[in-house]
């Protein structure tokens, strides 16, 4: 029996009328790389945006290592152990790369309702925003301000503050989106790092990226859970052909 | 991340200096006047905790305000309580317990619904003053004794002096600006000024914003609390207009004056605003004219406030600044 982190039974979210996400039952081994993948309003980010709690699900449910999280906000999942990068760059733009990842690095602290230390003095925090920094490849640009970095560069940061609050299980919603070949071939590689000691559940575009770094892949259309199985398996699965990745070929 | 540069930090002591030594030459009239702007600063600072650090932008803030001197007020006049040990933790308790009901109801909206449901909750702390024979209605009241703090027989300071009054505000005035900075460099201060700039993402790194907003309102009315007390005190006097949306418009034009954000930015407000229509009223009788105007004009070409305006020129501006400025034009980042 595979050692399952988190699971989703039936999970379903409506908006009005439109099912974006409906009937979904997925399970994600622990210290795998699942990719999820389908066209353009599949329901993947909304899946995510359940996974970790940014939007509540209208039926079903969600287990992290057992424990039912379907109703946790999303503050509540990210002190569970569940990191999270956004499509969209979401950073703090007028602080520096250090300043973003001590934020996210004092999230861990057991309160920040502390008024009387400095922030500065919070050495372990510290330690975690620099390592997440060195980690995520931007060492070299500590003292920078976001606003003043290339895009990709932004994209880095904004996996680096996930990885300041040192989860185990990453929520990556399209890592890759927007970048150059060169920037993209270095978050592969940050990610594939991070695939040795962490789960990791992406969804993203590039086909080429997800074969090299996805264990297992997931493929949704319309909301449905299409198929889950090894690449091989996906690749060769004549529902998952005609779907997804026939189409796909053809752009 | 708050910091002080260091000019700025000079010119904060030399202007501490001047405020320690100026009732040696300045007459009644002008130490009375610069008690009032300080005590006007204080609440001014309270307020920019919520606007400039929090990025809550409050349109009650009166309220907290009014409490403090209403409570002293009945304190002193109903109850013959004139120990300022007793008065201080008095009106700033009121305010606390007031600004947590307030706050925690406001706290679950945003942007113009905050600034809505404020101005609305406000206003019926104003007409709970306004309508109760209690808090002496629509005349206010009189406040009969100024608070003093004595042991036994001796007498150490009576507020009822006026360079005592205007030694106290000070004091009060520097308390507060030293508490609230070391509030602000700690991991509380980065938080929320985390919660202004990306609320949404501070929210996905783990942390429970409302706690920090409801914690940085109820700091932010008691220091309101506090301030009330000393205009209390220091005009022996309290009517319902001290609690109006006129008052609150007032504190947060000085926030806005002297620069969101920079603690030091709100009593510089407060000496620039009051002491401009103090010149300006004895010029003409047109005087709210021209107090708009320079409001407007303040706002359109100074949107950083006479703060932003000092680190702008003191600070030799680093390279990270610089970068910032080429990679995102206008986007402020001295006074993040």
Redesign the interface.
């Known amino acids: 029996m595979a050692d399952i982190i988190l699971e989703t039974k039936d999970l379903t979210r409506q908006f009005g009328g439109l099912v974006a996400v409906s009937s979904v039952s997925l399970a994600f081994e622990r210290g795998r790389t699942h990719a999820i993948i389908g066209p353009n309003g599949a329901g993947k980010t909304t899946l995510i945006n359940l996974l970790s709690g940014n939007l509540l699900p209208t039926s079903g449910t969600i287990r992290f290592r057992g424990q039912d999280i379907s109703h946790l906000t999303a503050d509540k999942v990210s002190q569970m152990g569940i990191g999270r990068s956004f499509q969209k760059t979401n950073i703090f733009l007028p602080l520096t790369c250090f300043e973003n990842c001590f934020l996210a690095a004092q999230s861990r602290l057991p309160s920040a309702l502390r008024f009387l230390r400095p922030a500065a003095a919070y050495d372990d925090v510290a330690a975690r925003a620099e390592k997440a920094l060195v980690l995520c490849g931007l060492g070299h640009r500590r003292d920078t301000v976001a606003t003043a970095m290339s895009y990709g560069e932004q994209r880095q940061l904004e996996i680096g503050m996930m990885l300041a609050t040192e989860p185990e299980l990453l929520l990556l919603d399209e890592p890759l989106a927007g970048m150059g070949a060169d920037e993209a071939m270095q978050v592969v590689d940050l990610l594939k790092r991070l695939a040795e000691n962490h789960t990791l559940i992406l969804i993203e575009h590039d086909m080429d990226a997800v074969f090299a770094i996805a264990d297992r892949l997931t493929v949704m259309v319309n909301g449905t859970h299409l198929a889950t199985g090894t690449v091989d398996e996906v690749r060769a699965d004549p529902a998952v052909q005609q779907a997804y990745l026939g189409e796909e070929e053809e752009v | 991340?708050p910091t002080l540069s260091r000019p700025v930090a000079a010119l904060l002591v030399l202007g501490l200096l001047g405020l320690m030594v100026f009732p040696a030459f300045g007459d009644t009239f002008y130490i009375r006047l610069v008690t009032k702007i300080m005590v006007l600063a204080v609440f001014a600072m309270s307020l920019d905790l919520l606007v400039g650090y929090t990025g809550l932008v409050s349109l009650g803030h009166a309220a907290f305000f009014g409490i403090g001197g209403y409570v002293a007020g009945v304190l002193i006049n109903k109850g013959d309580v004139t120990s300022i040990l007793a008065l201080v933790p008095a009106a700033m308790a009121a305010s606390a317990l007031v600004a947590a009901i307030i706050g925690w109801i406001s706290i679950r909206t945003t942007g113009i619904y905050f600034i809505m449901i404020t101005l609305a909750l406000a206003q019926m702390v104003y007409y709970f003053f306004h309508d109760i024979d209690f808090w002496g209605g629509a005349d206010g009241i009189n406040i009969y004794s100024r608070p003093l703090l004595a042991f036994g027989e001796t007498v150490l300071l009576d507020l009822s002096d006026r360079v005592s009054m205007y030694y106290f505000t000070l004091g009060v005035m520097v308390a507060v600006f030293l508490l609230l900075s070391?509030?602000l460099?700690?991991?509380?201060?980065?938080?929320i000024v985390?919660i202004r700039?990306?609320e949404?993402?501070?929210?996905?790194?783990?942390?429970?914003?409302r706690?920090?907003k409801l914690?940085a309102f109820i700091i932010a009315g008691t220091i309101a609390g506090l301030a009330g007390f000393l205009e209390a005190s220091r005009a022996v006097y309290m009517n319902p207009a001290h609690v109006s949306w006129h008052e609150s418009g007032l504190v947060l034009v000085i926030v806005l004056l002297g620069g969101m954000g920079t603690l030091y930015g709100p009593i510089l407000g407060a000496f620039v605003l009051v002491l401009l229509e103090d010149f300006v009223a004895g010029i003409t009788d047109r005087w709210l004219l021209v107090m708009g105007l320079f409001v407007i004009c303040m706002v359109l070409f100074l949107p950083n406030g006479i703060g932003g305006l000092i680190n702008r020129l003191v600070r030799p501006r680093s390279r990270?600044?610089k970068?910032?400025a080429?990679?995102?034009g206008s986007?402020?980042?001295a006074d993040?």
Not at chain 2, 185 to 191: L, V
Request: net charge positive; hydrophobic share 45%; glycine share 18%.
């Open positions: 991340m070391v509030f460099r700690a991991p509380f201060g980065r938080t985390g700039l990306n949404g993402r501070m929210t996905a790194l783990g942390y429970d914003v706690h920090y914690a990270s600044d970068q910032a080429a990679g995102a986007v402020g980042v993040g």
